[in-house]
């Protein structure tokens, strides 16, 4: 294999005149954490309601529950960016579909929502399990204490059912992080679509790619090395990482 390694085209100026290529990869990696911890938040907030919903004795609001989870789950995150980002403006109102479409940073917005929304099932799924794995002495407790069904869950069942399923938590995050890369299919020029930028500018296309690789690499041990500090300081003794 006749190929020209260069491992210096990093420090060479890009034809975009916006620096080198290491700074094209630098601002592909910003707006990479940027879109991953939206969508996070977004799958935190979502995920939570939807677990509350899937364990709560209600059949209406396990149903609704139920639904959410395996719409978001079972289509692929591909199809629902497509779906959100070329169908959703057809079929809104003519005034909606246009402010959609003429959206500042539209590819970024509907990357954060779609990868939240695709992610928050799954945390749903973890969050509910991590209620349901709890003594049923704990809600009741709750109900002995005076508290509502939603005091219980906020200063009873959460607290505890998070700290629970945190391992799995840093696995999602990670996952939503991985999961950005499949925004450039929309036009966001994340981390990945610098590094294929770079390639087609450059034609070193291991150069690209490998440190595309090693900056994944690099955010990926700082947010198992912070979750792993998070969960021995709220691990409870006698569950999950307790001691």
């Not at 700074?23 to 592909?28: I, P, Q």
């Not at 004795?57 to 079972?74: C, D, L, Q």
């Not at 990945?192 to 790619?209: D, H, I, K, L, P």
Request: glycine content about 8%.
């Amino acid at each position: 294999m006749n190929y020209n390694w260069n491992w210096h085209i990093f420090f060479e100026p890009n034809p975009t005149g916006a620096g080198t290529y290491l700074d094209m990869l630098v601002s592909g990696l910003l707006l990479t954490i940027k879109t991953a911890l939206l969508a996070w938040v977004i799958a935190l907030i979502f995920g939570t309601i939807i677990g509350i919903l899937r364990s709560l004795p209600s059949k209406t609001a396990s149903w609704i529950g139920f639904a959410y989870v395996e719409f978001f789950r079972n289509m692929p995150l591909l199809v629902q960016l497509f779906l959100w980002f070329f169908v959703l403006p057809e079929l809104l109102p003519r005034a909606a579909g246009l402010w959609m479409k003429q959206l500042p940073n539209a590819p970024f917005w509907t990357a954060a929502i779609g990868v939240g929304l695709f992610m928050s099932a799954r945390v749903a799924v973890q969050l509910a399990a991590g209620i349901a794995s709890l003594p049923r002495g704990q809600k009741q407790a709750a109900t002995a204490l005076g508290l509502t069904t939603g005091q219980g869950y906020r200063y009873v069942l959460l607290p505890i059912a998070f700290r629970i399923i945190l391992p799995p938590l840093t696995s999602e995050f990670l996952n939503t992080i991985k999961n950005t890369s499949v925004a450039i299919t929309i036009g966001l020029i994340e981390l990945t679509g610098q590094a294929r930028a770079m390639q087609e500018f450059s034609f070193q296309v291991f150069e690209a790619f490998t440190a595309a690789t090693v900056m994944y690499l690099a955010i990926n041990i700082v947010v198992v090395t912070g979750m792993r500090f998070l969960e021995r300081s709220l691990a409870i003794p006698g569950y999950i990482a307790g001691k």
